[in-house]
């Protein structure tokens, strides 16, 4: 290429015009490469959340009629698996391929997989897919009635998920590209204004999450509800094109974009880094006054004896000191993954005649919408009014502050979903309960208005704003800079395990012996177990949590505040 901003880095084929306003804005000349990143990610959040919105339902119903437990599993363990192949993704992408082939090579594994959607859910090759359906088994009186433990002479069969292999062969493939996409989009798109120094990249990230959430009403407002009311069939074939178009969009980006090859494998170096340290049997001696006292990883270095150049050791040390905070995140994404995935069954209107036809279904992926409504209206005024006002006055949070408040607001929102449950459970018991209709299997709802689950997708909301977005900023500029996709993808690494670990809290709550999600006599409804204790659990973890990542990040800071006070020491001594 012509023009070159960094070493290595490419500059957009089409530039901007020569002249400049008196205050040039921070995306001024890259506002076209920063609108296809964003539209491409709205496009493939449109696809990511027409799998995800309605998945237990459309497992749930026919012909598959998995388990509630079963078909809740199912959205957690792909997330999980999205997020753990997220460092694989920003591994490859610093080593091999560079962000941008990355995630064009990604985008079509997606495709696959979104591919296999439409086929099951018609009628027609859905048999030819997953083979011929298995019939019910009988099950004893003792298993359809009772919570309690059963007598020994008394096994209650199951049945094996229908369609189940094809249905995670689909959810892997897509998982693959969604967690090869996760870790280097952002990074990529941060990387089409980071020249123009820290406010672009956080006013990007800003509006990066808007786009995310914007493409989230989208699919949630409209998809879903093709889903459940026309056809699950025609609501997975709209995602399908938008992931084909965001693709095609991407593309024709490359006149656009600022690309950076390859430049080597960050992890190989890491791990030399830290095998020649542990390693080695001598401690590192000070060689200087002015340094700080050495640790085990400056043994490494060249000026210490080792064989490593200092730099790459402190890029080591940088990184050791963000896996903390990372792990301190877990039980965060546990309780948020958990209380996105987890809707409580109830009435659609305020009415005294359920018996009467309603003409308007509400979907229930609806109330997820309620989230990402109030992020898409927030972030503009947080952008454009807050954020400005509190950086002239010096009081601009820094990520880890916004992190611990959004921890705060997601453990409200577990809170208010165990206390909304609880009354659910008051009015199951002295009113009953009615047949509610969604995606063609019947629940066994309350009569409670669906809008008293909002104040806790609002909750949740809120939580994002400062902890989602603030996360992203932290692991973009806290990591080394040949290392921010790797470090990209262990931010999304570390979300899936919190995924995995409420997939696993879930089995743990639905075995018979604890009672709270174990009712097998149908295929979903909850109204003999007790929903409520876990999310108070949920709550709790959080609670603790909150306090360990203040400790964690209170350190952090002071870490990060003392290397920087070296380096100006040696900077002006040198």
């Known amino acids: 290429m012509a023009e070159h901003r960094d070493a290595d880095e490419g500059s957009p084929l089409l530039s901007s015009g020569s002249t400049a306003p008196a205050v040039p804005s921070v995306f001024e000349g890259r506002r076209l490469a920063c609108a296809a990143v964003l539209l491409a990610e709205s496009l493939e959040r449109i696809a990511f959340y027409g799998i995800t919105s309605n998945l ?26 999205t997020y753990l ?20 090579g990604s985008l079509v594994f997606y495709f696959l997989g979104m591919l296999f959607f439409p086929l099951i859910a018609n009628e027609d090759t859905v048999g030819n897919l997953c083979g011929e359906q298995m019939a019910f088994p009988v099950q004893p009186a003792e298993c359809l009635y009772s919570n309690s433990t059963l007598p020994g002479n008394v096994t209650c069969n199951t ?30 798109g941060a990387d089409q204004v980071k020249d123009r120094g820290p406010e672009a990249t956080r006013r990007f990230f800003n509006w990066f999450y808007w786009c995310i959430n914007l493409g989230a009403i989208v699919s949630l407002g409209g998809v879903a509800y093709i889903q459940q009311i026309p056809s699950f069939e025609l609501g997975y074939i709209i995602p399908t094109v938008c992931l084909g178009v965001s693709f095609l969009v991407f593309l024709l980006g490359r006149t656009v974009f ?29 060689a200087s006054l002015l340094r700080p006292k050495p640790t085990l990883l400056d043994g490494a270095k060249a000026s210490y004896g080792g064989k490593f150049p200092e730099e790459k050791v402190e890029e080591v040390k940088a990184l050791l000191k963000i896996l903390p905070v990372f792990f301190a995140l877990i039980p965060y994404w546990t309780v948020y993954f958990q209380s996105l995935h987890l809707r409580i069954p109830g009435y659609e209107f305020n009415s005294s005649a359920p018996s009467q036809p309603m003409k308007f279904h509400f979907p229930t992926a609806w109330l997820t919408m309620f989230d990402a409504v109030l992020i898409l209206m927030l972030i503009p005024l947080k952008d454009k009014v807050v954020d400005p006002v509190l950086k002239r006055r010096g009081l601009l949070p820094s990520p880890l502050k916004r992190i611990a408040v959004g921890m705060f607001f997601v453990m409200c929102s577990a809170v208010a979903a165990g206390i909304l449950e609880t009354k659910r459970l008051e009015i199951f ?9 969604l995606g063609n299997v019947i629940y066994h709802a309350a009569d409670l208005p669906i809008w008293w689950q909002v104040p806790q997708y609002v909750l949740i909301g809120i939580s994002e704003i400062f902890a989602s977005i603030a996360g992203l900023e932290f692991a973009y500029s806290a990591a080394p800079k040949s290392m921010q996709s790797a470090i990209m993808g262990l931010f999304f690494f570390f979300s899936g395990i919190g995924s995995f670990v409420g997939s696993g809290l879930l089995a ?29 659990l949920l709550a709790g973890i959080q609670g603790v949590t909150l306090l360990v990542f203040i400790i964690v990040s209170v350190k952090y800071d002071k870490q990060r505040g003392r290397a920087g006070s070296y380096r100006k020491r040696g900077l002006s001594t040198s």
């Open 508 to 536: 743990i709550v639905s075995l018979k012996s604890i009672g709270w999600m174990s009712s097998h006599k149908d295929f979903g409804n909850i109204n003999d177990c007790y929903l409520h204790y876990y999310f108070f």
């Open 56 to 81: 237990v339902i459309f497992l749930n119903g026919s012909p598959f009629y998995w388990e509630g437990t079963q078909a809740s599993q199912a959205p957690l363990m792909f997330m999980g698996i």
């Open 159 to 188: 049945r094996t998920p229908y369609c189940r292999p094809v249905v995670y062969v689909g959810l892997i493939l897509i998982a693959l590209g969604v967690g090869t996409v996760k870790s280097n989009i952002t990074p990529f």
């Open 258 to 286: 600022i690309t950076k090859p390859a430049d080597g494998s960050a992890f190989t170096e890491m791990f030399q880094i830290l095998g020649f340290a542990c390693c080695s049997s001598k401690m590192p001696k000070e």
């Open 429 to 437: 018991k002295a009113n009953g309960t009615f047949d509610q209709m």
């Open 85 to 104: 192949i997220s460092p694989f993704g920003g591994w490859l992408a610093d080593a091999y391929l560079g962000k941008f082939w990355t995630i064009a």
